[in-house]
């Protein structure tokens, strides 16, 4: 058996959490990462048969019942996952019943999976049933979104089409848009629910003045997605105030679009 602190999984949990602190997105506890693996790869570094305790997780998840995810734990900082794995992180695989998360390794504190779990397991549902591939769902508080969530309509489209409008790439990088949820109470089925109805169509979602939700193939794609969204946040919150002299036009995005052949929500565009 494989020593699972070397496996590439917790590397990447590792890099993209100390990533994430250092970028000023996940202070305290804030933030959490689910990432979907490959159960022959866990059973390199981990006896799958081995059940530490079960938790229960507090809603149906039927359709994920054997998939096994790496997640951040409950109350564990972004901060300390680099230097201390084994408490801030947990695996846990989805059992039989659909209701309970049975512990392969991780969370040795005695501590649980993150509180959004309810979000995160219904959007990698809502995800799976568009995409198959889909593999990762990351929760975050990048800063200029954040702010950006203050002084713009909360709005599917106009929210979308501001951030087009910010960066040449962003109907590249994000041409299905971002969904945006109103302020709801966090940690709760009631946010996972509204959040994963939204990711059946994007994969990003704002929770109105709280963070967003990023959702993809790989840590790389999922990063990248919120990472393009907050550089556009950024260069609305920079020039927001300012009188405004130049704009890619809406024609101009749909030439980006058609030249990089993605498929762009067109309804967005004002044309
Ligand atoms: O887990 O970010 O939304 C801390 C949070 C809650
Ligand atoms: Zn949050």
Redesign the pocket.
Same mark, same amino acid.
């Given at each position: 058996m494989k020593n699972i602190l070397t496996s590439p999984f917790v590397e990447e949990m590792k890099k993209t959490t100390a990533n994430m602190y250092r970028l000023g997105w996940d202070e305290r #506890? =804030?933030? #959490?990462i689910s990432y979907m693996l490959d159960e022959n790869e866990v059973a390199q570094y981990l006896d799958t048969g081995k059940v530490i305790r079960h938790i229960p997780i507090g809603f149906d998840a039927t359709a994920l019942i054997g998939k096994i995810f790496i997640v951040t734990g409950t109350g564990k900082y972004f901060k300390n996952v680099e230097s201390d794995p084994e408490n801030n992180l947990g695996i846990i695989r989805i059992a039989d019943d659909g209701t309970t998360a049975e512990l392969l390794w991780g969370y040795a504190d005695g501590g649980r999976f993150?509180?959004?779990l309810p979000a995160h397991l219904m959007s990698h549902i809502a995800r799976l049933s568009v995409d198959p591939e889909n593999r990762v769902v990351i !929760?975050t !508080?990048p800063t200029n979104t954040l702010a950006m969530n203050y002084v713009h309509e909360l709005d599917d489209k106009k929210f979308t089409h501001t951030l087009w409008g910010m960066c040449t790439e962003c109907i590249v990088v994000f041409p299905d848009g971002i969904g945006v949820l109103p302020w709801m109470l966090? =940690?709760t089925n009631e946010i996972g629910e509204a959040t994963a109805n939204k990711m059946k169509e994007y994969r990003l979602v704002v929770w109105g003045m !709280? =963070?967003i939700y990023g959702s993809g193939k790989t840590m790389d794609e999922t990063f990248g997605l919120i990472e393009t969204v907050e550089k556009a946040a950024q260069i609305y919150m920079l020039t927001a105030h300012l009188p405004r002299i130049n704009t890619i036009k809406d024609s101009e995005m749909k030439q980006l679009a058609e030249f990089f052949k993605v498929d762009y929500r067109k309804d967005f565009l004002n044309l």
């Open positions: #506890n =804030g933030g #959490n993150t509180s959004e !929760h !508080h966090c =940690g !709280h =963070g």
